[in-house]
């Protein structure tokens, strides 16, 4: 039986701005935390260069040109989140290639579950716009060369950081393909993901806004993820499944204000385990914020370890109120979406 896959790169470790949140020392822990427990079993690979035309897919020819030649200039700054320097430019590639790497060993079969872990991270990158720390909207890249290759007609993409995915939520926005659903604070930065904003022309209704007010925890992301994302998958029936994976939602993280914990991570796991275990599809993950170290490597081995073995038996969690809301405001677009049966 082929294993899961890690994919990263040392290039990830290259990328530095001095004094900034998005650092280093995020992927040097992480790692560490995992050959502490043997990597969990997992097999590792080097990821490779995303290409331009695989970056094209999705992003502007003029924004992938001002990257490469404010890196290659030897960088500087993009906005006030987001910076680069000369070794950003093959980090950000390799970034992007990881999430394309992710997708095919998930789609021939040469693993059922992955993990792309590099930085710097991409969700608020947008089609024509690096921000938010993002370069280039590695997941986007990896959803549409799946698209592209036909290796999956419907993807379902599940952004859980805490920061809303706006440049995923843009790049789809009018796209049947890719089911977006974002679990988010608000309000926080970038200010997008407003529950009302559900797609446009053919794609309405296949962005899915989910908003949750500061101090949400476990209760609220794991009743979204069970009563929510996961009827929307079996609903939906993608091929694939992709999850930014932001751990920035972390009780200890100071980017924002929610109080999810390892075990609500590894609980959002169980559910989308179980509903692509009910579909046959594959789960892969693509690393987005979470800046304390230890609070993200402690919630990354808890994820891992539900991936392990079979899959763990369906939890007892009640409906809370923003589940109800969502399932109610969704039934126009998903009439037979229906939360799982809770205590």
């Known amino acids: ?5 890690w994919l990263s790169h040392p290039a990830s470790l290259a990328h530095v701005i001095r004094g900034h949140p998005e650092r280093p ?3 040097v822990g992480l790692e560490a935390a995992l050959e502490a427990n043997g990597w969990f079993g997992w097999e590792r690979a080097l990821s490779p260069e995303a290409t331009r035309e695989q970056l094209a897919a999705v992003h502007t020819e003029r924004l992938i040109d001002r990257v490469q030649s404010l890196c290659e200039s030897g960088g500087g700054q993009i906005d006030s989140d987001t910076a680069c320097v000369r070794a950003t430019w093959p980090a950000a590639l390799h970034a992007a290639g990881g999430a394309v790497a992710l997708v095919d060993a998930l789609t021939c079969g040469a693993a059922p579950f992955g993990f792309s872990a590099h930085r710097p991270p991409g969700h608020h990158a947008e089609p024509g716009r690096a921000m938010g720390f993002c370069l280039f909207d590695s997941i986007a890249v990896g959803a549409a060369h799946a698209l592209s290759t036909g290796a999956a007609q419907r993807v379902l993409i599940f952004d859980w950081d805490v920061h809303h995915g706006n440049g995923t939520n843009a790049i789809f926005h009018a ?6 659903v974002s ?3 608000s ?3 970038p200010g997008t993901g407003e529950a009302s904003d559900f797609g446009s022309e053919a794609g309405e209704g296949y962005t899915v806004n989910l908003p949750v007010p500061p101090g949400s925890g476990d209760e609220a992301y794991l009743s979204l993820t069970e009563h929510v994302v996961a009827p929307l998958a079996r609903a ?4 694939l499944v992709l999850v930014s994976a932001g751990f920035d939602a972390h009780a200890g993280d100071p980017l924002a204000d929610c109080r999810v914990t390892e075990a609500g991570f590894a609980g959002m796991t169980g559910s989308l385990r179980r509903a692509c275990a009910e579909l046959g599809v594959p789960l892969g993950f693509v690393l987005e914020g979470g800046y304390v170290v230890d609070a993200l490597a402690d919630s990354v081995c808890a994820l891992l370890g539900v991936l392990d073995g079979d899959p763990p038996p369906a939890a007892d969690v009640a409906l809370h109120p923003l589940a109800a809301a969502a399932v109610s405001r969704l039934s126009r677009w998903w009439p037979g979406l229906e939360p799982a049966t809770s205590a």
């Open 1 to 5: 039986m082929p294993r899961p896959l």
């Open 25 to 27: 020392e995020r992927l």
């Open 175 to 180: 796209s049947r393909e890719v089911l977006f």
């Open 183 to 185: 679990v988010h604070q």
């Open 187 to 189: 309000p926080l930065y």
């Open 236 to 239: 939906f029936e993608p091929q």
